[in-house]
């Protein structure tokens, strides 16, 4: 089916909002994916690989049943989380019944700074790590997951934190417009740490929420833009950062007082202002899950724009559990832009975390990773390396030994907090999406606990060497 035009030469969109049964599976029959009414695509568009569609009706069928899924996740995910806060508001179960009964319950409130979402939930930490300072070669690592896992907060808990915890300056939080999905989805804050002896300014992307079927949808989504002269790019991920129906991608948008925020275009011009002001200053991207894959297509998009000024103030980009963004070519760009004369784009992979492992890696649908990959094991050991193990994740030779990972991480929840220390120390919460991951392994190493484990107890490899 055409699409309206998106302003590129070459695109490919899946569109489960439009699928019926019989689309999903014309797609294992019939070439001519033009003619599908769940595929934007140019006209007369045909794919003969039969790889290749089995891919998209995969995509498709995963995106539908999320979908349908939507209202219940949300209602489930709103639910956990309020009775998650009211029992730690309330200081555990027997003291929330005493509180009930004596009239003295405490309430969670959802726009506080006290309350925490299911990720603050999991992993409480909320202090950095004092013995990791500035002149640290993890320091920048250690600071971007902590940021990360902040950008999962509301905001009136994320500057109350930056400010009072930290002690850094907080400059402003950022709520995205998503055209196609028609709301506001991509969140972000900025700060400035002003511990070092030159200023740096930390742009954090909120990544995919554990009960949001829409932001899932666009982990698993393997739609793809073609810019000319740049290589084919994940088309979920370019919506979330500002991509617009009529107007795609362009470096400046027309004034007007009715157009919504997008993330890119407000936090591009947050930072002009920002380093303007200090011309030694300079600037971090981070974000975990959804939130690294937008970190690293934003300096990419500046790089697209010819912001060079910009990109000459950028001191690097952090990403913990990122999907692949897009093809060969892409990379070859972004790295020439961020990676020379010095990498500045570092990716991190904890184990068997699976959204590092999509969207695949293959002849069917030439996503790839780029950059400097730094892989933890289980052990909190880690090496660069240029491709993450097992990249794909569904390989039967790996079945047996993610399970029995999964066990022993189960089993290291009860001890890291005896043998680490207490800041380390695993709480019921975390300790069932272990017991989760006997069923579903590679769920919870996705999680920003390990990833802050990994930058405080793993070493820095050295002279990012690759192995």
Not at 294 to 317: C, K, M, N, Q, Y
């Amino acid at each position: 089916m055409a699409s309206e035009g998106d302003g590129f030469s070459d695109y490919m969109v899946l569109r489960p909002d439009k699928a019926g049964v019989s689309d999903l599976f014309r797609l294992l029959y019939s070439s001519k994916v033009a003619e599908n009414d769940s595929v934007d695509c140019p006209v007369d568009t045909q794919i003969n690989e039969w790889r290749r569609r089995w891919a998209i009706f995969i995509s498709l069928l995963l995106q539908k049943t999320l979908l349908l899924w939507r209202k219940p996740m949300a209602w489930l995910g709103s639910a956990l989380e309020f009775w998650l806060n009211l029992l730690m508001d309330n200081h555990g179960f027997v003291s929330l019944l005493c509180n009930i009964f004596t009239g003295k319950l405490a309430y969670p409130q959802k726009e506080s700074s006290a309350y925490r979402s299911c990720v603050g939930l999991m992993d409480t930490r909320e202090e950095l790590d004092a013995r990791i300072q500035p002149s640290d070669g993890k320091y920048h690592a250690a600071l971007s997951i902590m940021a990360a896992k902040l950008a999962y907060e509301n905001e009136s808990c994320i500057q109350n934190i930056v400010t009072n915890h930290w002690n850094m300056e907080y400059l402003g939080f950022y709520d995205g417009w998503n055209d196609y999905q028609e709301r506001y989805s991509s969140e972000a804050f900025v700060f400035n740490d002003k511990a070092a002896d030159t200023e740096l300014i930390v742009v954090a992307f909120r990544g995919t929420e554990p009960f949001d079927a829409v932001q899932w949808c666009a982990d698993f989504d393997f739609s793809w833009y073609e810019i000319p002269n740049v290589g084919k790019v994940h088309g979920g991920f370019m919506k979330e950062l500002g991509l617009q129906k009529k107007l795609g991608f362009p470096k400046d948008l027309p004034q007007s007082r009715d157009r919504p925020s997008y993330a890119y275009y407000d936090l591009r011009e947050k930072l002009r202002e920002v380093l303007r002001h200090n011309e030694k200053a300079k600037f971090l991207v981070t974000g975990h899950s959804l939130g690294g894959a937008l970190a690293i297509l934003f300096p990419s998009i500046l790089a697209l724009h010819g912001e060079d000024w910009l990109l000459g103030r950028l001191e690097g980009v952090y990403t913990f559990g990122q999907p692949r963004v897009g093809d060969v070519q892409f990379g070859v760009f972004v790295e020439q832009h961020l990676d020379k004369p010095k990498r500045r784009y570092f990716r991190y992979v904890y184990c068997n975390d699976i959204v590092p492992r999509v969207p695949y890696d293959d002849s069917a649908l030439l996503f790839k990773h780029f950059g400097t990959c730094i892989y933890f094991n289980s052990l909190y050991k880690g090496k660069v390396v240029k491709e993450e193990p097992n990249k794909n994740y569904f390989s039967l030779w790996t079945v047996i030994p993610k399970y029995m990972n999964a066990g022993w991480e189960f089993i290291r929840s009860f001890l890291i907090g005896h043998v680490k220390g207490q800041e380390y120390k695993e709480g019921w919460f975390m300790r069932s999406m272990r017991l989760l991951a006997l069923v579903t392994p590679g769920l919870t190493p996705h999680t920003p606990q390990d990833y802050v484990n990994c930058t405080r107890l793993g070493a820095s490899p050295p002279g990012n060497k690759l192995e």
